[in-house]
């Protein structure tokens, strides 16, 4: 990457997953190309009819996609606000569900640095997925 540049790479394990039918994941389809399968060292849970994905101290493995954004600059805007991320925007009291932050992630070819959409809530009253693969 250049200076300047933005990471164009981004993690998804959930609704932007190339195999859901979402008008979200369809958009993504357009905005970036599939690099491939790729793994994060995490734990994923069920929030509602969507996941959220959290550093663990006893981390799983969760399956996801890696893609590589044709303009990251203005996908991430759409991306995060899909997303919720306000970046501070929202009352302190009221936090963001999600934050957007670079992780590595694990392709068949190595470690990739990549953003990923991180859940900032409690987990301890929501459901584990236990073999870190969301199917919705």
Do not use: C, K
């Not at 998804?12 to 993504?28: C, I, K, N, W």
């Not at 734990?43 to 959290?54: E, H, K």
Request: aromatic letters at 10%; charged letters at 25%; hydrophobic letters at 40%.
């Amino acid at each position: 990457m250049t200076v300047g540049a933005v990471n164009a790479l981004l993690f998804v394990y959930g609704t932007l997953l190339s195999t859901v039918d979402h008008p979200m994941a369809r958009r993504l389809g357009r905005d970036a190309e599939l690099v491939s399968a790729a793994t994060f060292t995490g734990r994923i849970y069920r929030v509602a009819w969507y996941p959220g994905l959290v550093d663990a101290e006893a981390p799983d493995v969760v399956h996801g996609e890696l893609h590589r954004l044709r303009d990251p600059r203005r996908a991430l805007v759409w991306l995060d606000e899909f997303e919720g991320v306000t970046h501070g925007a929202t009352s302190v009291t009221v936090p963001d569900d999600y934050d957007r932050a670079e992780r590595p992630v694990q392709t068949a070819t190595g470690t990739r640095v990549a953003w990923t959409y991180l859940y900032r809530r409690d987990v301890s009253d929501l459901t584990r997925v236990d073999d870190g693969r969301w199917v919705g």
